[in-house]
């Protein structure tokens, strides 16, 4: 089932989420859910916050990415009680984009490796290192589980720029392909 995304100005997106337990209800659906909400906005990640859920689990599917980089070739994952345990590597800048603040890419700087412990969707436990664009898709999804958004990362002066249209986003001015949850409650 294709979810609504929450869209900046919804609370959920500024909470830190919670760990779940192998006991959670309908927990294979709900990651269904989530690919398939994905797959309908053309996304590369969704959090759990994003589709109005604040449990520390995301997805990814870098797959169609292949070309610019091949290691993403197979990079479909699910990630349940994420935690990055390490960051290294250099600080990169690249423009990011959210489902959640439809229309705004922005720089942001991160860093270029990762080492990151979670469970998968059969709760196998794994404490892995990730590099390149795998580890930035992963940081940024990962920030949604902590209640931050790209748009918060980026330096002073964009921020400033951006305050009115985030505000204007919030409020409903903007355009989606995909169904959407506004901080009001209203989905559309
Ligand atoms: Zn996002």
Redesign the pocket.
């Known amino acids: 089932m294709v979810l609504p995304v929450s869209i900046i100005g919804a609370n959920v997106l500024r909470q830190v989420a919670k760990d779940i337990d192998k006991d959670y209800p309908k927990l294979k659906e709900f990651i269904d859910d989530l690919f398939e909400t994905m797959y309908d906005s053309d996304?590369v990640?969704?959090?759990a916050p994003?589709v109005n859920k604040s449990i520390r689990l995301f997805v990814v599917d870098a797959s169609p990415m292949e070309e610019e980089d091949p290691e993403l070739k197979d990079f479909k994952k699910v990630f349940i009680n994420a935690h990055i345990t390490e960051r290294s590597g250099d600080i990169i800048s690249m423009e990011?984009?959210?489902?959640?603040?439809p229309g705004i890419r922005e720089e942001v700087k991160r860093e270029t490796k990762i080492r990151i412990e979670y469970y998968d969707e059969n709760w196998e436990f794994h404490d892995e290192y990730f590099e390149g664009m795998a580890a930035r898709v992963i940081q940024?999804?990962y920030?949604?589980l902590d209640g931050i958004?790209?748009t918060d990362k980026v330096s002073p002066l964009t921020k400033r720029l951006l305050k009115g249209k985030l505000r204007d986003i919030s409020r409903g001015k903007f355009s989606a392909h995909y169904k959407v949850r506004l901080g009001d409650g209203r989905v559309a």
């Open positions: 996304g990640g969704l959090a994003q990011e984009g959210c489902l959640s603040i940024h999804e920030d949604h958004l790209f």
